[in-house]
T-cell receptor, first 115, second 117 residues
């Protein structure tokens, strides 16, 4: 069964460093998403991406965040200068186009720890 | 704005008991989707069910059943004859058509279910 994959599973970084989280969505999906979950809290939407551009972003997704689909398979989230409060689990998700099966399937997550 | 409320923060049941997880939602849209996801201790989010706003038929899948009631804006989830493997955090989520056409999910805070052997 096709699934969303994410690398790395864990990432530890120093405050101020840049990190890139990688995701490979399900191959025939066209909508891609990033969510984050601070430990013990609910899952929060960050950004959605379609047709090589951001379609929606939350207020959390400020200028330090960026997303990219550098090739036909990867979808990345970059955090330019990490802060302590960026420590969280980051989930990638993908779905088929609106109007079809909109269920978002999630990857296993990347646990980011900023020291 | 969308909102999902899961009033039960934590529930503990003894194995084989039935348990119902509550979910109440708010949205101004007439077309929307409701979801339940399971987050086991390993951390991943596992899709359980999707319901659209025009389909109020209740659904049963094995030991799982869902009760969708638009009149009370609720989408409750029942596990029958609970098992230890059901121990997890369960999230209810809502998606409706945001301005740019993407169905971002709004999650509730989750209910942590512990099934005691």
């Amino acid at each position: 069964e096709p699934e969303v994959t994410q690398t790395p599973s864990h990432q530890v970084t120093q405050m101020g460093q840049e990190v890139i989280l990688r995701c490979v969505p399900i191959s025939n999906h066209l909508y891609f998403y990033w969510y984050r979950q601070i430990l013990g809290q609910k899952v929060e939407f960050l950004v959605s991406f379609y047709n090589n551009e951001i379609s929606e972003k939350s207020e959390i997704f400020d200028d330090q965040f960026s997303v990219e689909r550098p090739d036909g398979s990867n979808f990345t989230l970059k955090i330019r200068s990490t802060k302590l409060e960026d420590s969280a689990m980051y989930f990638c998700a993908s779905s088929l186009p609106v109007g079809l099966a909109e269920t978002q399937y999630f990857g296993p997550g990347t646990r980011l720890l900023v020291l | 704005a969308q909102k999902v409320t899961q009033a039960q923060t934590e529930i503990s049941v003894v194995e084989k008991e039935d348990v119902t997880l509550d979910c109440v939602y708010e949205t101004r849209d007439t077309t929307y989707y409701l979801f339940w996801y399971k987050q086991p201790p390993s951390g991943e989010l596992v899709f359980l069910i999707r319901r659209n706003s025009f389909d109020e038929q209740n659904e049963i899948s094995g030991r799982y059943s869902w009760n969708f009631q638009k009149s009370t804006s609720s989408f409750n989830f029942t596990i029958t004859a609970s098992q230890v493997v059901d121990s997890a955090v369960y999230f209810c989520a809502l998606s409706d058509l945001s301005g740019a056409g993407s169905y971002q999910l709004t999650f509730g805070k989750g209910t942590k279910l512990s099934v005691i052997p």
